[in-house]
C-alpha cells in the first residue's frame, strides 16, 4: 500500500488554506433542472461540476486530441474547487466537509489511458484544502463526450463533520 499525499499547505483551517492556495470558493449558477447538491441520511450527493469560473466554461474539447493533459488537470483542480462550492451550500462551512468518493469523468480519446492522473490534479486540490476530510474514494472514467463539450467533470459524495 502507498504512502498517502501529504498535505504541504499551512493553514489551521481549510479556510485559510484556500486562501494559501491564492483560490476563493465561486458562486454557483442556479439552475431550472438540477440542484448543487442533494442529501439522503447522511450522505450528500454533490451534481456533476464543469470547469466553469465566473460563467464561463475554461476549455472545451477533447483530451489526448484537443486538450493536452496539463490543461486537463487544471481544469479538474477548477472543476473540484466548483463542487467544494457545491458542498459548502450543503454543509454550511468548508471546515464540515469531508469527502467519501469522487468521480472523474475526462472526455478523451479511446486510447488516452492517463484519466487518472487528470483525476490526480482534483485528488491533490483537496486534500490540500481539507487535509484527512478531502482524502477520498476515486473513479477516473474517459468518455465519448461530456455537457456543453467540456474535456472534465466532477461528480462527488460527501458527510458533514
Same mark, same amino acid.
Given at each position: ?10 493553514? &489551521? ?16 449558477? $442556479? ?6 447538491? @442533494? ?20 476549455? =472545451?474539447?477533447?483530451?489526448?486530441? $484537443? ?21 459548502? =451550500?450543503?454543509?454550511? &462551512?468548508? &471546515? ?14 479511446? &486510447? ?25 474514494? @476515486? ?23
Amino acid at each position: 500500500m502507498s504512502l498517502p499525499l501529504p498535505q504541504t499547505v499551512k493553514g &489551521d483551517s481549510a479556510a485559510e488554506r484556500l486562501r494559501a492556495l491564492g483560490l476563493t470558493l465561486p458562486v454557483l449558477a $442556479d439552475s431550472t433542472y438540477l440542484v448543487p447538491h @442533494r442529501t439522503v441520511g447522511s450522505s450528500i450527493h454533490l451534481s456533476g461540476q464543469l470547469p466553469f469560473k465566473a460563467g464561463e466554461l475554461l476549455g =472545451q474539447g477533447v483530451v489526448g486530441r $484537443d486538450v493536452e493533459l496539463e490543461t486537463a488537470q487544471e481544469l479538474a483542480r477548477h472543476a473540484a474547487l466548483n463542487a467544494l462550492a457545491a458542498a459548502v =451550500q450543503a454543509v454550511g &462551512d468548508l &471546515d464540515r466537509v469531508r469527502l467519501v468518493q469522487i468521480l472523474v469523468f475526462v472526455a478523451s480519446t479511446p &486510447d488516452f489511458g492517463l484519466q487518472s492522473q487528470v483525476a490526480n490534479a482534483a485528488s491533490e486540490l483537496l486534500i490540500e484544502v481539507l487535509g484527512e476530510n478531502g482524502r477520498h474514494a @476515486r473513479t477516473a472514467i474517459g468518455v465519448a463526450g461530456l455537457p456543453l463539450n467540456s474535456p472534465v467533470e466532477i461528480q462527488m459524495i460527501c458527510t458533514a463533520v
